[in-house]
C-alpha cells in the first residue's frame, strides 16, 4: 500500500496521522477456509485500486483472536443468538425456530444485504424486526441491542466466507447514489467526510488507530473497546461522534442508504462475520 503523504488538517489534529504498513500477506484461515481479506476493487468504487478487509490493519495479537472461534470472543454472543432463536416471545406463542427449523437455510443472506424488498431498502434488522412484529406479534428489538446482534450475527455466520454481492444497480440504484453522496459528504466539527479517512487515508494511524477502508464484511464485530458485538449502524454512529457531527438515527432512510454503498465497496471480500476489531 505503501506511503501516504497527504494529511488533512483535521486529521492531524485528531492526532498525528503518519503511515503505518499493513501486512498484506498475512493470511485468514478459519476452520481451514481461506478468508478473501485483499481483492480487486469493484469497477464502481472510482479512487481504489484494491479492497481490504479491516482485519489486514489490526495488530497480531487482535488478527489471531479471529484465527480459531474458540479464541473469537464474538461466540460467547452467538450462543446467546441460538438460544434467542429457540425462545417463543409475543401473541402467537412462535420462535424463530417455528418457522426457520435451520439457521443454516440463512446461508448468502448476509452477503446481499442491505437489499431490496417489496422496493424498499432493507437491511438485516428490519427483516427480523419483521418476522418478530407481524409474524411473532413480539415487541421489535432495539436495532443495535444486544439481542438483535447476537441474532444477526447467528444469521451472517451462516455465509461466513461467502463473497459479499449486494446489489447496486436496478432498483438498488437511487439508494446507493444517495449511500455514495452521504459518503462524500464532511461532516461536523472536524469537517471530514467517510472518505477523507477510509479511502483518503487509510494504512495510516490515527492516534493509536491503523485506518482501514472501514469494510463492513466482518459485521456484527466484537470489538475488543467495548467487549460486545457491534452493529454496522451503531459503527458508523461512533464514526460520525468522532468528528463531533451530530450522527443520524440507526435504522434512518440516510444510513441504510449509506450500508449498501459502504457494503458495496466490499463485493468480492468475504463475509467474516463475526469479526474481532479493537
Ligand atoms: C476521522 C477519521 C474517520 C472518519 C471521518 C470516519 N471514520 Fe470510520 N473509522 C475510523 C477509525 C480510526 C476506525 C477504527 C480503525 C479502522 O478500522 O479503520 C474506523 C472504523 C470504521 C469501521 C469499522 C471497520 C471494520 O473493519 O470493522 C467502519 C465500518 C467505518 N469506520 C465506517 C465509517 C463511515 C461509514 C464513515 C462516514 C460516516 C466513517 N467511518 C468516518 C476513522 C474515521
Ligand atoms: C410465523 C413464521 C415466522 C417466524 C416466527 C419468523 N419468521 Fe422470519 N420469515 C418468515 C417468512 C414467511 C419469511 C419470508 C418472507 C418473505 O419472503 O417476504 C421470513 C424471512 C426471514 C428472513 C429473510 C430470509 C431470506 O432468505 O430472505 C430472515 C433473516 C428471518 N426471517 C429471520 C427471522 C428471525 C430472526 C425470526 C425470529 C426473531 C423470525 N424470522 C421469525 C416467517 C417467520
Given at each position: ?35 478473501i ?7 464502481f ?10 482485519w489486514v ?19 460467547v ?28 437455510d440463512f ?33 421489535p428489538?432495539?436495532y ?9 450475527a ?11 454481492d449486494v446489489a ?18 464532511r461532516?461536523?466539527q ?33 470489538r475488543?473497546k467495548?467487549?460486545?458485538?457491534n ?25 441504510k ?8 465497496r ?13
Open positions: 500500500m505503501g506511503f501516504k503523504p497527504f494529511v488533512t488538517t483535521a486529521l492531524a489534529i485528531m492526532g498525528m496521522a503518519f503511515a503505518a504498513q499493513a501486512d498484506e500477506n498475512a493470511k485468514l484461515v478459519i476452520d481451514g477456509q481461506t478468508m481479506t485483499q481483492t480487486k476493487a469493484p469497477a468504487v472510482e479512487n481504489l485500486d484494491e479492497i481490504y478487509s479491516g490493519f489490526r495488530s497480531d495479537e487482535t488478527q489471531a483472536l479471529q484465527l480459531d472461534d474458540f479464541d473469537n470472543p464474538g461466540f454472543f452467538l450462543d446467546q443468538g441460538i438460544d434467542l432463536f429457540n425462545t417463543v416471545d409475543g401473541s402467537e406463542g412462535k420462535s424463530c425456530a417455528s418457522c426457520h427449523e435451520n439457521v443454516e446461508a448468502g443472506l448476509r452477503a446481499k444485504m442491505p437489499r431490496i424488498k417489496d422496493g424498499k431498502l432493507q437491511t438485516m434488522e428490519e427483516q427480523v424486526n419483521e418476522c418478530r412484529t407481524t409474524r411473532m406479534g413480539a415487541e428489538w432495539k443495535s441491542g444486544s439481542q438483535m446482534t447476537a441474532v444477526t447467528l444469521i451472517s455466520l451462516q455465509s461466513r466466507g461467502m463473497p459479499v447496486v444497480d436496478g432498483a438498488a440504484a437511487p439508494f446507493w447514489e444517495k449511500g455514495k453522496e452521504i459518503y462524500y459528504t461532516y461536523g472536524l469537517d471530514l467526510a467517510c472518505a477523507n479517512c477510509h479511502e483518503d487515508n487509510y494504512d495510516t494511524m490515527i492516534r493509536a488507530d491503523h485506518l482501514s477502508q472501514g469494510q463492513v464484511n466482518g459485521f456484527p464485530t466484537y475488543l467495548n467487549a460486545k458485538l452493529s454496522i449502524q451503531g459503527r458508523f454512529k461512533g464514526c460520525m461522534k468522532n468528528v463531533r457531527a451530530k450522527p443520524f438515527k440507526e435504522g434512518s432512510e440516510e444510513f442508504a449509506l450500508e449498501l454503498y459502504v457494503a458495496s466490499g463485493n468480492g471480500l468475504s463475509v467474516e462475520s463475526p469479526s474481532v476489531r479493537n
